[in-house]
């Protein structure tokens, strides 16, 4: 499974990279999906990261109001810390890890259980989902969207 988080993570410095040459009010803007502006939906990417993988691995789950991210700058220093998190977890990794279960509740009560193993699948397709937004939204700049093509990418 660390070889798809490393695409994801490779990918995503990509547009790191590729939103240094967005001005401010282009990151910031308010854009139809997603998570609402370019900045704020790789905050949530790396948000939702850190949550799934602290929760799993009994830490706090850090909480900040996605409305005090300003620069570009804060979310890639979030996503570093938090890769150093996530790859504590998957590098103890092991078959038993897969069906253990992840007991949350809700904001409203309820209760849901999901095995590690689905919710390590369910965060590497959650990023690859907003992956696609930032593309969307690149093509509406008229800008050339970073490439995803895992075929051609070496993430290992």
């Known amino acids: 499974m660390i070889e798809l988080f490393n695409y994801n ?5 990509d547009w790191f990279t590729w939103c240094g040459t967005l001005s401010v ?19 949530h990417v790396v948000n939702c990261e850190q ?11 850090l909480t900040r109001d996605m409305n005090t991210i300003v620069t570009l700058e804060e ?23 897969e069906v253990k279960n992840l007991v949350i509740t809700s904001k409203n009560g309820q209760t849901y259980t999901f095995p590690y193993g689905k919710v390590v699948r369910h965060i590497i397709t959650h990023e690859i989902h907003h992956i696609g937004q ?14 995803s093509d895992l075929i051609f990418r070496d993430y290992k």
């Open 9 to 13: 993570w490779q990918v995503r410095n």
């Open 51 to 61: 949550l799934w993988i602290n929760q799993m691995l009994g830490k706090p789950v």
């Open 75 to 97: 979310v890639i220093r979030f996503s570093e810390e938090t890769k150093l998190n996530t790859l504590e977890f998957l590098q103890s990794w092991s078959e038993d890890e």
């Open 25 to 43: 009010e282009e990151l910031t803007k308010k854009r139809v999906g997603g998570i609402g502006s370019i900045l704020h939906t790789l905050y």
């Open 134 to 147: 930032l593309s969307i939204w690149s093509r509406e700049l008229g800008k050339k969207p970073v490439s």
